[in-house]
């Protein structure tokens, strides 16, 4: 049987995935950690992906502005990857920023293809405001930051 593939937003009893998933992308350095207390408070910004009911991938929109959001946490689990499922998330993270409005959508990322295959542009980092800015002080690479920024600006 097919498996059976479903994005959808995250619920309180997703936060144990979610951490253990974040978890293991933060102790590689690609992501920033999340504590399963900001977990649970910031549930309702986070969308997963599910394979055969399983929770495989995840992402999160976090506000920035009026006119700005930045996709956060984004990731699919080893084994699920090439599958569609992160430009779904991305897809789901899209529509709930054209559902607030907000019309500017960026990323910090080492996956720069991935972005621009899911109609991103790379632009210069010094163009986004300082709020960007305000979770890198619980990243060990603040000084010396290699990703990439990535917008989309919505029709
Ligand atoms: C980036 C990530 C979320 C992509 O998820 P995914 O489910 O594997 O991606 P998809 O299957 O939806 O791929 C969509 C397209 O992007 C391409 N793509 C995905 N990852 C790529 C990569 N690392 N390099 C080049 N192309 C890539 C795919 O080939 C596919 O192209 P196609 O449409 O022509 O077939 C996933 O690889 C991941 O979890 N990476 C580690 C965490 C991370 O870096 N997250 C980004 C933080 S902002």
């Given at each position: 049987m097919p498996a059976v593939i479903v994005t959808r937003k995250a619920r309180l009893e997703?936060?144990?995935p979610l951490y253990i998933m974040i978890a293991d992308y933060a102790s590689r350095g690609i992501m920033l950690p999340r504590s399963r207390q900001v977990l649970e408070r910031q549930i309702?910004?986070?969308v997963v992906a599910e394979v055969d009911d399983v929770v495989v991938g995840c992402g999160s929109l976090c506000r920035l502005g009026e006119e700005l959001?930045?996709?956060r946490s984004l990731g699919i689990s080893e084994g699920h990857k090439?599958?569609?499922?992160?430009s779904m998330l991305?897809?789901?993270l899209i529509e709930e920023a054209r559902n607030q409005k907000i019309p500017k959508v960026m990323a910090l990322t080492y996956e720069v293809s991935f972005f621009l295959k899911n109609g991103f542009t790379v632009v210069e980092k010094d163009i986004f405001p300082e709020k960007v800015w305000t979770d890198c002080v619980n990243c060990?690479?603040?000084q010396c930051c290699d990703e990439i920024a990535v917008l989309?600006?919505?029709d």
């Open positions: 997703d936060v144990e309702a910004d986070f959001v930045e996709i090439g599958r569609g499922l992160g991305v897809d789901q060990a690479k603040q989309k600006i919505l």
